[in-house]
């Protein structure tokens, strides 16, 4: 079993930054792909980012290219998410979520793919 908790959330204003941080128990951290996907009200949960178990390969939604990077720390049982240039239709919930079914490139997309979510931290882009 593994525990998510999520922070770093907030109000930014758009072309702003905020860094997200995804705590996970448990000591085997580094056996779980982990990603990141978003609900904002009324819409259903999509995927953002994901990144494998080592680190070495990232997976990003195309909304997000270029803007969102995605990162983990073993060592720390820790998943980091750098968002910047943030646009109002970035606010949403963001959960953290580890999976151990995460053996082809489909599966890092899928939500249904992954084992473990947090509760969620609510980020707000104000225009």
């Known amino acids: 079993q593994v525990q998510l908790v999520e922070s770093g959330g907030g109000l930014v204003q758009a072309g702003g930054s905020l860094r997200l941080s995804c705590a996970a128990s448990g000591p085997t951290f580094s056996s779980y792909a982990m990603g990141w996907f978003r609900q904002a009200p009324g819409k259903e949960r999509e995927f953002v980012v994901a990144i494998s178990r080592s680190g070495g390969g990232t997976y990003y939604a195309n909304s997000v290219k270029g803007r969102f990077t995605i990162s983990r720390d073993n060592d720390r049982n820790t998943v980091y998410l750098q968002m910047n240039s943030l646009k109002p239709e970035d606010t949403a919930v963001y959960y953290c979520?580890?999976?151990?079914?995460?053996?082809?490139?489909?599966?890092?997309?899928?939500?249904?793919?992954?084992?473990?979510w947090g509760q969620g931290t609510q980020v707000t882009v104000s225009s």
């Open positions: 979520e580890a999976g151990r079914n995460q053996y082809t490139k489909d599966s890092y997309y899928n939500q249904g793919d992954y084992n473990y």
